[in-house]
């Protein structure tokens, strides 16, 4: 068969659970909680159900679930998005990605990742026929102990076939967020081009120590040109519900729906009630940032006692640790023998590079997921400190 995507196998995030399942690991690899989340958002569902919400929703989404993401984003970003028109409700981020990449790429367009880049991505923007053009984040050094991006090196990049520059803030890996002077260079090296910003937002809602999420919808010359994408599945901790949702102008939203409604026409009616209505209490979603810290606290402080050396993460569920006091294996092998001979299951960053073998996509780092129960991290500390 010739393959469309020949390169693509099966995901890490499968590959490494499954490693985790074979070995009995303590799994703080693929991004999802090991807890339940709120009971009443599942009585919601179930009580939707029952009211008879089991058919068709509208193919952009429940009318009352856009208008609650309306809300929410005007009262976070000061930006009004039409319900009716500029709000779209998907299969989960990964469907926003994927819809917005047919939607906007053609064949021989350029799109801009900054590496590392969540996998979907590649894939996506192979499929649409486009041409990824990777510019690197400055990886930690002396100077700085955590990933930075150099928009001089963004700038670089863009060419006239540049369609679209893909953003992933708060960052998965890295955990990196953007400050409002990565708006400002934003907004100067997209002025005056025709270029589409895809904004993949869906840890805006957990950062750490204080800071907050910049959202590209906070600014209107970023939100003219952007599709901003989260996801529910991060903020209410159903990440196996799929749903999601993008925020764009009319003229974007109108050619997304266009491939949204022959990919899957619409998403779950039930979910979409309930969390219309849960959304109708914020502190759900103000909430998470300190849920997480507190998390993040218990991991970051736990792995400072063990051999790793663990990185500032600034927002996401995900924290890197350098290895390089343990071991000089590549990071998949190294991923692969703390699963096998310590029973503790990571990520390894070099599975977010477009080339995850070559020297430079390895950098003796792994990811850990702390949206775990704190029994879970506390097991997962007590092997890693004899490593
Ligand atoms: N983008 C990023 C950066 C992610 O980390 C994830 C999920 N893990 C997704 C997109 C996909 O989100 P969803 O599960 O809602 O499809
Ligand atoms: N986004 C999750 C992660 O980064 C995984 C999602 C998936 O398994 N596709 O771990």
Not at 49 to 68: K, S, T
Not at 265 to 280: D, G, H, I
Not at 305 to 316: D, M, V
Request: net charge negative.
């Amino acid at each position: 068969i010739a393959s469309k995507l020949p390169d693509v196998g099966t995901t890490i995030f499968t590959t490494m659970s499954q490693m985790a399942l074979d070995y009995r690991a303590t799994n703080l690899g693929q991004g999802f909680p090991d807890f339940n989340t709120h009971p009443d958002l599942i009585s919601l569902v179930s009580k939707a159900m029952q009211e008879g919400y089991n058919q068709y929703p509208a193919m952009a989404g429940y009318p009352a679930l856009r208008q609650a993401i309306s809300d929410k984003v005007l009262s976070l970003y000061g930006r009004h998005y039409d319900p009716a028109t500029e709000v779209t409700v998907t299969s989960g981020a990964t469907e926003a990605l994927m819809s917005s990449f047919q939607a906007f790429v053609h064949p021989g367009d350029e799109v801009i990742l900054i590496e590392p880049f969540y996998d979907s991505y590649i894939p996506a923007i192979t499929l649409a026929g486009g041409k990824v053009v990777s510019v690197p984040l400055t990886p930690p050094s002396s100077d700085c102990d955590k990933y930075t991006i150099d928009w001089n090196k963004v700038e670089a990049a863009i060419s006239p076939k540049t369609r679209l520059i893909a953003l992933n803030f708060p960052h998965n890996p890295t955990g990196i967020i953007l400050s409002e002077q990565d708006l400002d260079a934003i907004e100067r090296i997209t002025t005056g081009t025709d270029i589409i910003l895809l904004s993949d937002e869906v840890y805006e809602h957990i950062v750490f120590n204080g800071k907050k999420h910049l959202s590209l919808a906070s600014r209107k010359s970023l939100a003219e040109r952007s599709l901003v994408i989260s996801s529910f599945g991060k903020t209410y901790h159903t990440t196996g519900w799929k749903i999601g949702y993008v925020c764009a102008p009319e003229a974007l939203t109108v050619e997304l729906r266009k491939v949204h409604q022959f990919a899957v026409f619409t998403v779950s009616s039930p979910m979409q009630v309930a969390l219309a209505q849960f959304m109708q209490q914020p502190e759900h979603h103000e909430n998470l940032s300190a849920f997480y810290q507190d998390k993040h606290d218990l991991l970051l402080a736990g792995l400072q006692q063990t051999r790793f050396r663990p990185l500032p993460s600034e927002g996401s569920f995900f924290l890197l640790a350098d290895y390089s006091r343990i071991s000089d294996m590549p990071e998949i092998e190294f991923s692969l023998w703390l699963t096998q001979e310590h029973g503790v299951t990571v990520i390894p960053v070099s599975a977010f590079y477009r080339d995850p073998s070559a020297p430079d996509s390895n950098h003796q780092l792994v990811r850990f997921c702390f949206a775990k129960q704190d029994h879970t991290l506390n097991a997962a500390l007590e092997k890693l400190a004899k490593v």
